[in-house]
């Protein structure tokens, strides 16, 4: 009986600690150190820089993603490290050929390559966004973008080639020289050798946002409302999806292994026969996702979010420091010089004394503060957008334009999702975007990790005719990004803690509850 009692009191007081204590071995939760069984994603400690919008891996030890404001970071096998390219745009896609070779492409229409060593503007042949790169071989590539915009890389030179359409493209896959995919809008452009086509819509109107073709009998297309299109080598059909969320990147490994990601931090996965939600550990929408094989692959995201797709091992690994950056030098108040005093004149001999006025001081009328040197520097004026119907009229009010990189975009860091009302007969108008200014990106380096303004368009089409985005500014406090809709945010973030706390609560008082009627029970049986 003695030992009985003592076994019940052992049994309690052990589940007592279990719910009690936090960590790896309690049900309370904590933070943790995951020892990863199988392959799993887990958030990277990589330095947070600002959002990211393009990732493309090499290997599993070498490649590139980039983002807001010129923003590319390099991955070594062990660390990012943040490399700062002087210009005014984000980075929107990148396709790496190797290690020493890649392009990437930005939000007013830079073709960025780089050469092994470092990234330099290799062409601009107009200031239109550029949303999508993809190179065949080292001499021979695409990019795409607004307006239906359409390049060719070949010879040595960027030439712009002749499209059917005038949405937004945003997304290129090519299979061969002679055989190739771009996806935007609501539209599946075909490229035979000679020319594009119009290949397929689909039946809802969504906007098509990735592409990624296994062989030229197989591929998969993603875009807003969670649609999936499939290829088998005849025509492009919607397969049922686990998810109404916005899509934004597609990566395929073979015929039966996949990925996808997109808002809320989603993450799908394709074993072959159907999409399934996988787990995540980011509320933030993820933008884009390289998958390198069925063990290794890397997303990424709003507010510099990296997760890593791994296998084994402990985790986090070690955190990679932010990595100092030179700051461009910013405008100065100027200082007043020269300025008078005032003095009093020596009194004239004269009977009767002169009247004398002291001169006055010349004061400089207007100092300008730091602020408005900033400001001076920064472009302010709305940018355009070109988007015009078959018959070549405009499609959207004038309150529905979008910007434009190349007028004069005003500071921008990253894009937010928005919705708009749809322009009657617009074929599409762009896709969610993001320009922003050397200021912007200096006080950046030099004040916080995060932007402090928000200028965005990004669509969010439901409807056979794609909306135009509205341009949505957004000033937060210092090392803040502003509200995003779609995504999870702090108000769920925060409505999830509680129900944690509360359910541990719960649970911690049943068991001292348990613990403490036991232990009258025991006591009674005693007596």
Known sequence: MRQSRRFLIFLVLFLTLGVLLPGPGGWGGGSRLVQAQGADWELHPAPSAGSLYAVDMTSPTSGWTGGMVGLLMQYNGGSWSIHWINIDAAIMAIDMVNDNDGWAVTSRGHLLHYNGSSWQVAAQPSDAWLSAVHMVSSGDGWAAGEAGRILHFAGGTWQEVSSPTN???????????????????????????????????????????????????????????????????????????????DLYGVSMLDTNSGWAVGDDGLILHYNGSNWSVQDSKTFRDLRSVSMLNSSSGWAVGRQGTVVEYRTGGAYPPTATPSLPITPTPQPKTPTPTNTPQPTTPAPTKTPSPTSTAGPATNTPTSTPSPTQGAAANTPTQTPRVTNTSAAGNPTSSPAQQTPTPGSGTAAATEPVESSATPATGAEATAPESEASPNAQATQLAQTTAEPQATATLTPAAVEPTEPAPTLVAAAGSEGEEPAESGEGSNATRTIAVVGIILLLGGGAVVAVAVAVGVGLWLRRRRI
Do not use: C, F, K
């Open 167 to 245: 949405t937004w493209l945003t997304g290129i896959d090519m299979v061969s020289a002679t055989d190739g995919w771009i996806v935007g809008g609501n539209v599946v452009l075909h490229w035979d050798g000679s020319t594009w086509q119009v290949a397929t819509r689909p039946s809802n109107g969504q906007w098509l946002r990735s592409i990624d073709m296994v062989s030229a009998t197989d591929g998969w297309i993603v875009g807003t409302a969670g649609i999936l299109m499939h290829y088998d080598g005849n025509s492009w059909t919607e397969v049922p999806s686990p998810t109404g969320l």
